[in-house]
């Protein structure tokens, strides 16, 4: 019987090169892994952490977007396993900020978009609380202006409710939720799943929305 692909739980197509270890990294904890090369990425789309099995007598450069292989039969740097945050190593999490945001700011028009759409999450929560930065003032602006108009991109967010830099909010949101701290996840669905959690998804939601249809 073929093995089953370990797409069901790895949504990316593309990820983006946190770490690349040629000889292997000795704190792996797939023993096969210590004395050969692999990588550490993120999901283009979904920010799914995922550790990478490089084809054969190939290079893969930190930074570079590579399209993700789940099976041995398939060609292409094949998906191992799904990391957690803390399985990173010490290059992977200082590229992560940087990898995030050049993410967040290719998908300008689709993190724009949760400005316009965010809705309460209860009597007391507003889902645009959960962004870093967004108190009761500043929710209430927001609320106030997405009535007299959409917000249309990160130069109109800065302009009309004053935030210095709006991409940064969704990167301090996204690294928050990898690691798996919070009890509401807005983009990133939390790995391993725990009746604790309450994943909003609203990536789905944008993507669609945007008219987003790109598999990165």
């Given amino acids: 019987m073929r093995p089953r692909p370990r ?17 292997g990294n000795p704190y792996d904890k797939h023993s096969q892994h210590r004395i050969s090369p692999i990588a550490q990425g993120i999901g283009t789309k979904f920010f799914t952490l995922v550790e990478i099995v490089p084809m054969k007598n190939s290079t893969l450069v930190i930074g570079e977007r590579i399209p993700l292989s789940f099976s041995p039969r398939e060609p292409g740097h094949r998906v191992f ?28 028009r689709v993190f724009v978009e949760f400005f316009n759409v965010a809705e309460a999450i209860n009597i007391r929560m507003h889902s645009l609380e959960l962004i870093p930065g967004i108190g009761k003032k500043t929710l209430a602006m927001i609320l106030e202006e997405r009535k007299k108009k959409k917000f249309d991109s990160f130069d109109d967010i800065r302009k009309r409710l004053k935030i210095n830099d709006p991409a940064k ?37 944008l993507y669609s929305r945007t008219g987003y249809n790109e598999p990165w």
């Fill in 81 to 108: 396993d799904r990391l957690l945050y803390e399985d990173l190593t010490t290059i992977a999490r200082e590229n992560l900020e940087k990898t995030v945001r050049r993410i967040v700011e290719e998908k300008e």
């Fill in 169 to 205: 909010l969704f990167v301090d949101r996204i690294i928050l939720e990898l690691q798996r701290t919070e009890k509401y996840y807005l983009f990133v669905e939390p790995y391993p799943p725990s009746p604790e959690y309450r994943f909003l998804n609203y990536l789905e939601l």
């Fill in 7 to 23: 797409r069901h739980f790895i949504p990316d197509e593309f990820a983006v090169i946190l770490d690349y270890m040629p000889m």
